[in-house]
């Protein structure tokens, strides 16, 4: 059964660096999406791409956060500088097709988990 | 708005015993609805959805939900709880604003399965 490829799935990383995680969606699926996923909490959408261009940024936090999906497949997601508030599970998921179409299912990955020290 | 509220953030059963999660939302119109769980430290996996076809939807592990527009309800049950739906589960509603559908997230159900 094809799935959502994320790595790495545990990331430890100390206040102020860079960090970038990965994300490789079901092959054909046209909307990848990432999702921020705070302990106790339920996802949070920063970023949706329909092929390669974004078509929702609106909650990510733009002056430290960063994402791209160049050829329209794969996509990291980067976060410089790192700050304690964005220790948490970074979802990534994708879909057939995109925002016009009601009932769209997302396919999630095992997500990635952030711990800023 | 938009909005999906899951009416317990906490739910405890015995094994064997029926599970009853809660799920009501708010839109404007008729939204798709899923069902996702999550078990720990894994990705959410789709459970059951609903797009306006049957009210009454079967998703796997002998999951289902009823669709009730009029209590604007998605309530999520299973005849009789295993231990390995001990997990966190979360109801979405996709309303429809402006032409573009949005994935809205409840804050979740962490269901306890008792031995």
């Known amino acids: 059964e094809a799935e959502v490829a994320q790595s790495p799935r545990y990331k430890i990383t100390e206040k102020s660096q860079a960090v970038a995680f990965w994300c490789d969606p079901i092959?054909?699926?046209?909307?990848l999406y990432w999702y921020r996923q705070i302990l106790g909490q339920g996802p949070e959408l920063l970023v949706q791409?329909?092929?390669?261009?974004?078509?929702?940024d609106s909650q990510l936090p733009k002056d430290r956060f960063s994402a791209e999906r160049l050829k329209g497949v794969d996509s990291t997601l980067k976060i410089q500088p790192a700050e304690l508030g964005d220790s948490a599970m970074y979802l990534c998921?994708?879909?057939?097709?995109?925002?016009?179409?009601?009932?769209?299912?997302?396919?999630f990955g095992e997500g990635s988990w952030l711990t800023v020290v | 708005a938009q909005s999906v509220t899951q009416l317990d953030s906490h739910v405890s059963v015995s094994e064997g015993t029926p599970v009853l999660l809660r799920c009501n939302y708010s839109?404007?119109?008729?939204?798709?609805l899923f069902w996702y769980v999550q078990h720990p430290n894994k990705g959410l996996q789709l459970l059951l959805k609903?797009?306006?076809?049957?009210?009454l939807v079967k998703g796997i592990n002998g999951f289902e939900a009823e669709f009730k527009k009029s209590e604007t309800s998605f309530h999520l049950t299973k005849p009789s709880a295993h231990m390995s739906d001990a997990a966190e589960y979360f109801c979405?509603?996709?309303?429809?604003?402006?032409?573009?559908?949005?994935?809205?997230f409840g804050t979740g159900t962490r269901l306890k399965v008792l031995a």
């Open positions: 998921a994708s879909s057939l097709g995109g925002q016009h179409l009601s009932g769209n299912t997302i396919y």
């Open positions: 092959s054909g699926h046209a909307t």
């Open positions: 791409f329909q092929d390669e261009s974004v078509v929702d």
């Open positions: 839109s404007s119109y008729s939204p798709s």
């Open positions: 609903y797009t306006s076809a049957a009210t």
């Open positions: 979405v509603v996709t309303p429809k604003s402006s032409g573009t559908y949005k994935y809205i």
